[in-house]
């Protein structure tokens, strides 16, 4: 019955290559991949989503010595930050190239790069050689995939191939940074922090978590079914809602007077990687059991706990 979802390196980079569509793994979440010079195909990934066209993809390449095919400029800070987190979790925006087509950047004249750190799709990548372009794979506003079901239960049937690699390391989108002059300007918070940043570069331009710099980034996204409330006062927001179905999203120890059942634990106190990596399947654990409410417990707003707020915020705004 699921003859659309599989292991076969060859066969993905074989459909992309002839302009389908294939859901490839990367260590934050699955992306819906396509040949990224290849308008046609770009498209496909717009309709297949229900993706406002004015919200720019990310392209995806093997190795860093590509970055250049596709972008006029790259800062020294820039090669800096590759050199140290590439491959990895880190999308990086800069000015295009010509090469590089309108559909893919929604018309702005810079593109969003990243070498993702996953064996499957790096191997994925090196076999095609081709640059692809890949939003994360799920229908525009829900919640992100971090396994190959997610991806299957949400978009299955509208794609050609679901390249299986486990369940995503890392858990949330790569932390998107751009650059004013040569400073780095954080777009997007991810598991790589400010912080991260900051070491290698020494200064870090104006930061804000709500940046509209990066148009996906609008205020509701992430966004289960089931209405989520954001909190840092779980138990009085429960109390302020007798005779509600609840589910909570909390981590460090489960919250008094809710069943345990109705719980899931992200993570130990200050585990703060394991609590990404654990965030999108517990929420979409938790939508499918159809409470009236979740409730999700804040993060200390540091770090990656900041970009677990982030996410969580945006799933709260629907
Ligand atoms: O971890 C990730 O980044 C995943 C995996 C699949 O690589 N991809 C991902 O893509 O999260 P997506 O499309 O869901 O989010 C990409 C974000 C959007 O907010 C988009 O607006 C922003 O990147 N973006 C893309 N190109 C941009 C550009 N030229 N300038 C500013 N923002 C850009
Ligand atoms: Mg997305």
Not at 44 to 56: A, G, L, S, W
Not at 168 to 191: K, L
Not at 199 to 217: D, K, N, Q
Request: proline share 7%.
């Amino acid at each position: 019955m699921f003859n659309n979802i599989g292991t076969d390196v060859a066969l993905a980079a074989e459909l992309l290559k002839q302009g389908k569509l294939v859901a490839i793994p990367t260590e934050t979440v699955y992306g819906l991949a396509a040949n990224a010079l290849d308008e046609t195909a770009v498209a496909k990934i717009y309709e297949v989503k229900q993706r406002p066209t004015v919200n720019p993809l990310i392209i995806h390449l093997a190795a860093t010595g590509q970055v250049d095919e596709f972008v006029s400029y790259v800062p020294d800070v820039a090669r800096q930050l590759m050199a140290r987190f590439c491959p990895g979790p880190l999308t990086l925006v800069l000015p295009r190239k010509k090469i590089v087509p309108d559909i893919v950047t929604a018309g702005k004249d810079t593109v969003a790069v990243r070498i993702p750190a996953h064996p499957v799709t790096h191997q994925l990548l090196s076999r095609t050689g081709l640059p692809l372009a890949a939003p994360s794979a799920n229908p525009s506003g829900y919640i992100s995939p971090t396994t190959a079901l997610h991806v299957l239960a949400t978009l299955g049937e509208k794609i050609r191939y679901i390249l299986d690699g486990g369940p995503c390391g890392a858990g949330i989108e790569s932390t998107i940074v751009g650059f004013d002059g040569d400073t780095p300007v954080i777009y997007r918070q991810g598991v790589i922090t400010a912080d991260d940043i900051r070491e290698v570069t020494g200064s870090i331009a104006h930061y804000s978590g709500h940046s509209i710099l990066a148009p996906g980034m609008s205020k509701a996204h992430y966004s289960p079914v089931t209405p989520v409330m954001f909190t840092a006062d779980v138990d009085k927001a429960i109390a302020d809602r007798p005779g509600k179905s609840i589910g909570v999203l909390t981590y460090g120890e489960y919250t008094p007077g809710i069943p345990v059942t109705d719980q899931v634990l992200l993570c130990a106190d200050s585990e703060w990687s394991s609590a990404a990596r654990n965030l999108y399947a517990a929420m979409h654990a938790l939508d499918s059991r159809k409470y009236d409410l979740i409730i999700a417990r804040q993060f200390p707003q540091s770090g990656i706990g900041a970009a677990l707020n982030d996410r969580l915020k945006r799933a709260a705004s629907k």
